[in-house]
């Protein structure tokens, strides 16, 4: 019992970590309408930024993380400047094939940029571990939880409370209603891929001081797939949710379904779930029902 | 003079004219003229580096047309093409190594394998359609690349099954020709049945789910039963270029079977052009001269690269070449040629 209290709690921790990374590709998907298939290789130019500004630069932490925010919220608005707006009216396989584009593009330089060797970021997240009522954890995980609660309640008060934020629910709502109230499409979808970049780098620092900075990272664009399913595409209290669950899913099976059926089944578990969520419920646990039946 | 009898219109006398796959002179002599030079002239005249990197050409391809069935004709997105290449070649390496079946029988099996798993896919794509789809087949990959890596399918401690070569007569794919005219041959049937596919009721149905799919329920055609079709196809041809990539390469790991695959093939039907089918074969051609031009090409030209720098480059170049062919010309190079040719049919007048 005790072992599957602590692996859920872990799970759940797990989970507020995906969550930061699922909320930039949320904030897209809400923005602009784009499945952003690269968010993974956004994660990545977050991280080496961050750890860019941070030790090689020698910027103090406060200064630095936003500094490295907004460096990754200009690559944000530039993507979709000079990409994404061009393909306002496209089909989806020609968004998707952009998007999966640029995360090519980003992969290449990042690697041309910096090079193969794993960067390591700066300890500022303390790492040690804590314990509270007989359960470990580790002290990195608990803050990058808190971190991912603070940067819910950031977007929750921008989308409820900002002029801007109203606007960008507005278009998710209603493309053209919204237009013709005098919303620009543009501004909106920048603002998107600008805090998208903003929330990219840090993920990329929260998983990078977690994993170290290399191509590794990419990797968890595949795990946000089934944050968001699960969640609902343009939700972003059920990326938390979402990610929680994923979390959790991940941490038992990784406890008890590895022997049984094989090697690192915990990686795909997640996906697997996917699929019976798509099967079951497929506009997610937050999502509106407005998806297209066949 | 072949040129004149295209704009001049057709006059088909009898039937069989009118059934014909390559309906006009000018095509059938083009089509015959690629037959003799691919498998009379350069199984010859080639060395074996371009025998290779043709053969090489020819899986892709073979894999291009077959996303194309599902992608280009009936308009749904597959993220996981790789996989069913894999259950192809894997299951082919199994039966004819493992359970000692013979070639002709375990090919045919294969591709079977391969249509049926994708159908477990295929199933929901009933339910969501879109991006939605998209990320159902993502998780197919990953899923199956799992399964490749931990479960031993191989039998082995290595994790590699060995392709024996064919051997009929003086056929031997043993041999960089025997590979190549096996790969070709492969290649050109599939043309011929995906060019024909898009003449019968199965392929205009695919069309008509890809154009409107409740229009198409409504005068009849069910959505369901050819979306599922074409997973099937679409698969089965995928599972083809595994097998032949088994028997080119001799052994097969799941190192082959990755992401990047998947969305190679998806590259190669959007710069070749969506829904043709020379396309798929020059987009095929691209996509695989890319890393060969870096490796092989700038040497030529006097610039030395180093390998980690070339597979930086190419992530680079790739990304850059898709977003070329989304912004400048969606119809790709097969749509490139066309306007080409247009061009100069009608040369010195403008339309």
């Known amino acids: 019992m005790g072992e599957f209290v602590q692996l859920t709690a872990n799970g759940a921790l797990l989970g507020f970590m995906y969550a930061i990374l699922a909320m930039g590709f949320v904030l897209v998907f809400k923005g602009s309408g784009v499945i952003n298939f690269s968010q993974g290789e956004l994660v990545l130019l977050g991280a080496y930024v961050v750890s860019w500004v941070l030790a090689t630069l020698g910027v103090p932490f406060w200064l630095g993380i936003p500094l490295a925010a907004l460096v990754c919220a200009v690559a944000g608005v530039l993507i979709e400047r000079f990409a994404l707006r061009r393909l306002l009216n496209e089909s989806m396989l020609a968004l998707i094939m952009a998007t999966i584009a640029l995360g090519s593009i980003i992969r290449g330089l990042m690697s041309l940029i910096f090079g193969d060797r794993t960067r390591s970021m700066p300890e500022i997240l303390p790492t040690g571990t804590y314990e509270v009522l007989g359960l470990r954890f580790s002290a990195l995980m608990v803050w990058a939880a808190v971190i991912g609660l603070l940067l819910l309640g950031a977007l929750a008060w921008f989308f409820s409370k900002t002029k801007l934020g109203l606007a960008m629910q507005a278009v998710a709502d209603d493309r053209v209603a919204a237009q013709s109230l005098g919303m620009s499409l543009g501004v909106v979808n920048a603002t998107a891929w600008a805090i998208a970049g903003a929330v990219a780098a840090l993920a990329g620092f929260v998983w990078g001081s977690f994993l170290g900075v290399d191509g590794r990272l990419i990797a968890l664009g595949a795990l946000i797939f089934p944050v968001v399913i699960l969640g609902g595409l343009e939700s972003i209290p059920g990326a938390v949710i979402g990610g929680i669950v994923v979390g959790i899913v991940e941490s038992l099976s990784a406890g008890y379904l590895d022997d049984v059926v094989g090697g690192g089944f915990s990686t795909v578990a997640p996906l697997l779930l996917l699929l019976v969520v798509l099967l079951v419920r497929p506009y997610g646990l937050f999502g509106r029902p407005e998806i297209e039946r066949v | ?351």
Not at chain 2, 69 to 79: D, E, K, R
Not at chain 2, 299 to 306: Q, R
């Open chain 2, 1 to 351: 003079m072949p040129l004149i009898a295209m704009e001049t219109g057709r006059f088909d006398e009898n039937h069989r004219q009118q059934v014909r796959v390559y309906d006009t002179p000018h095509r059938r002599f083009w089509i015959l003229t690629l037959l003799v030079v691919g498998f009379v002239i350069v199984p010859f005249a080639a060395n074996q580096y371009w025998l290779t990197v043709l053969g090489l050409i020819g899986v892709a391809a073979v894999g291009g047309l077959g996303l194309n069935v599902l992608v280009g004709y009936t308009g749904q997105i597959s993220l996981g093409h790789a996989a069913f290449a894999a259950v192809g070649a894997y299951s082919c390496g199994i039966m004819t190594t493992r359970l000692g079946l013979p070639v002709w029988l375990a090919i045919p099996a294969a591709l079977l394998c391969a249509g049926l798993f994708s159908l477990i896919f295929g199933v929901v794509s009933l339910r969501v359609k879109g991006m939605y789809l998209a990320i159902a087949t993502l998780a197919a990959q990953y899923l199956v690349e799992w399964a490749l890596h931990a479960w031993n399918l191989a039998g082995n401690d290595y994790g590699l099954i060995t392709f024996e070569p064919i051997e009929i007569g003086a056929f031997n794919t043993a041999t960089p020709v025997g590979r190549y005219l096996l790969i070709m041959a492969c290649l050109a049937l599939v043309v011929l049945y995906v060019e024909n596919l898009t003449r019968t009721r199965t392929g205009r149905a695919m069309i008509a789910v890809r154009d409107q799919d409740m229009a198409a329920a409504g005068i009849g055609v069910s959505p369901f039963k050819y979306k599922l079709i074409a997973f099937f196809i679409s698969s089965s041809i995928a599972g083809l270029s595994g097998v032949l990539y088994g028997f080119s390469a001799g052994i097969v790991s799941a190192e082959a079977f990755t992401l990047t695959l998947s969305i190679q093939y998806l590259a190669i039907i959007l710069v070749g052009g969506l829904g043709t089918v020379p396309g798929a074969v020059l987009g095929a051609a691209f996509i695989t001269m890319l890393p060969i031009v870096l490796r092989d090409g700038l040497p030529i030209i006097g610039i030395e690269l180093a390998a980690n720098m070339q597979v930086h480059l190419l992530s680079v170049l790739f990304g850059i070449a898709i977003l070329a062919f989304l912004f400048l010309e969606s119809k790709g190079l097969y749509g490139l040629f066309r306007n080409i040719k247009d061009y100069f049919r009608q040369w010195p007048f403008s339309y």
